[in-house]
């Protein structure tokens, strides 16, 4: 039986402990500000063995993520304090749709919203989640119901969207683009842990090594993606993307296969489901899934997202799209990913 140690309540329990991803935006790494790995395994290890050692047979197993609950749980509840509630317009209500925001606008802040980050409905705008890591996005269409799936895009992000392009007309444009209309060099798609951003590469091979000593047969489908490469996925369609803004094309996510891939099969669904319970607690919650851990519309898909990337709140992109509408822009719309040298 696999022990593991209740992030929440630092009691003992079993595997099958229900969670959430992180939700603050920096993995633990960041938030501590500690930059080297081993220290923060060492740091990360004390309070994993303290709370063993008080569980009598719960002892340092593998399978239990090095969870320093405590200290995330500090650092969280210091973020917290730092950046205020969420907004009125974060998460979703009870029928699972974005409470999109209600917000009245300026004419001045219609224009830059328009054309530094392409939105044309502006009450289509809304924060993902009501964390503090929750991100501004924007939906073309309005989500009508919880599995009513909409093309959702994150503000900010990079991607194939030209200056002033807005996301309607992008999606035009790029629902009409065939494979040929892309240029090769662009296509850049590999499951190589070499092409994630270096902030997160050890941490990333850290966690599927310890995965796969946890008993998880894993198999890594795909790391980075270009932009070009993600606009193609949504072109080629059969809902594998519902946007143009992923993590992929920051080199923070990773689409990982359990088992013989196959959800039709009852074993496969189990340690799929056991899996992503696991990753979303490993190391104090940096890792993250889409949806729930037994339901989603992307179950391979795993990310760890930064507070250096995106917006928290609609004056956030405001105060942004200002500055890098000026001429000569010092600083860009988009957020620049952080990746290897050679791409
Ligand atoms: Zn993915």
Same mark, same amino acid.
């Given at each position: 039986?696999?022990?593991?140690?209740?992030?929440?309540?630092?009691?003992?329990?079993?595997?099958?402990?229900?969670?959430?991803? #992180? *939700?603050? @935006?920096k $993995?633990?790494r960041?938030?501590?500000?500690v930059?080297?790995?081993h220290?923060? &395994?060492?740091l /990360?290890?004390?309070?994993?063995?303290?709370?063993?050692?008080?569980?009598?047979n719960?002892?340092?197993?593998?399978?239990a993520?090095?969870?320093?609950?405590?200290i995330?749980?500090?650092?969280?509840?210091f973020?917290?304090?730092?950046?205020?509630?969420?907004p009125?317009?974060?998460?979703?209500?009870?029928r699972?749709?974005?409470?999109?925001t209600?917000?009245?606008?300026t004419?001045d802040?219609?224009?830059?919203?328009r054309?530094?980050?392409g939105v044309?409905e502006?009450?289509?705008i809304y924060?993902?989640?009501?964390?503090d890591?929750?991100?501004?996005?924007?939906d073309t269409?309005?989500?009508?119901?919880?599995?009513?799936?909409?093309?959702?895009?994150?503000?900010?992000?990079?991607?194939? #969207? *030209?200056? @002033?392009? $807005?996301?309607?007309?992008l999606?035009?444009h790029v629902?009409r683009?065939?494979? &040929?209309d892309? /240029?090769?060099?662009?296509l850049?798609m590999?499951s190589?842990?070499?092409a994630?951003?270096?902030?997160?590469?050890?941490?990333?091979?850290?966690?599927?090594?310890?995965?796969?000593?946890a008993?998880?047969?894993?198999?890594v489908?795909?790391?980075?993606?270009?932009?070009e490469?993600?606009?193609l996925?949504?072109?080629?369609?059969?809902?594998?993307?519902?946007?143009?803004?992923?993590m992929?094309?920051?080199?923070?996510?990773l689409?990982?296969?359990?088992?013989d891939?196959?959800?039709?099969?009852a074993?496969?669904r189990?340690s799929?489901i056991?899996?992503?319970?696991?990753?979303?607690?490993?190391?104090?919650?940096?890792?993250?899934?889409?949806g729930?851990?037994?339901r989603?519309w992307?179950?391979?898909h795993?990310?760890l997202p930064?507070?250096?990337?995106?917006f928290?709140?609609?004056e956030?992109?405001?105060?942004?799209?200002r500055?890098?509408?000026?001429?000569?822009a010092?600083?860009p719309?988009?957020f620049?990913?952080?990746?290897?040298?050679?791409?």
């Amino acid at each position: 039986m696999r022990v593991r140690i209740s992030r929440a309540t630092g009691r003992c329990g079993h595997a099958d402990d229900h969670g959430r991803g #992180r *939700r603050d @935006g920096k $993995s633990l790494r960041e938030k501590l500000g500690v930059r080297s790995a081993h220290a923060y &395994r060492a740091l /990360a290890a004390a309070p994993v063995i303290a709370l063993s050692l008080a569980c009598g047979n719960a002892t340092a197993h593998e399978s239990a993520p090095a969870a320093p609950s405590i200290i995330t749980r500090v650092a969280r509840a210091f973020r917290s304090r730092q950046t205020g509630l969420a907004p009125p317009y974060a998460g979703t209500d009870s029928r699972g749709i974005p409470r999109y925001t209600k917000r009245s606008f300026t004419p001045d802040e219609r224009s830059i919203l328009r054309s530094a980050y392409g939105v044309v409905e502006l009450s289509h705008i809304y924060v993902s989640d009501s964390s503090d890591e929750g991100i501004v996005k924007y939906d073309t269409q309005v989500k009508r119901c919880a599995t009513c799936y909409v093309n959702s895009y994150r503000l900010g992000f990079t991607s194939v #969207r *030209r200056p @002033g392009e $807005s996301w309607d007309d992008l999606e035009r444009h790029v629902r009409r683009m065939k494979r &040929r209309d892309f /240029a090769p060099s662009r296509l850049v798609m590999t499951s190589s842990l070499d092409a994630l951003d270096p902030d997160i590469r050890s941490e990333v091979g850290d966690m599927l090594a310890d995965a796969r000593r946890a008993g998880y047969r894993l198999h890594v489908v795909n790391s980075y993606r270009s932009p070009e490469q993600e606009a193609l996925l949504m072109t080629e369609g059969r809902g594998r993307t519902h946007t143009l803004t992923s993590m992929h094309s920051y080199g923070r996510a990773l689409d990982i296969s359990v088992g013989d891939g196959s959800l039709s099969h009852a074993s496969t669904r189990a340690s799929w489901i056991s899996f992503r319970r696991w990753v979303i607690r490993y190391r104090g919650d940096d890792f993250r899934i889409l949806g729930k851990a037994d339901r989603s519309w992307d179950w391979q898909h795993v990310e760890l997202p930064s507070a250096r990337i995106g917006f928290r709140t609609i004056e956030d992109a405001i105060s942004r799209g200002r500055v890098c509408r000026t001429f000569p822009a010092t600083t860009p719309c988009d957020f620049p990913p952080h990746l290897p040298a050679r791409r």
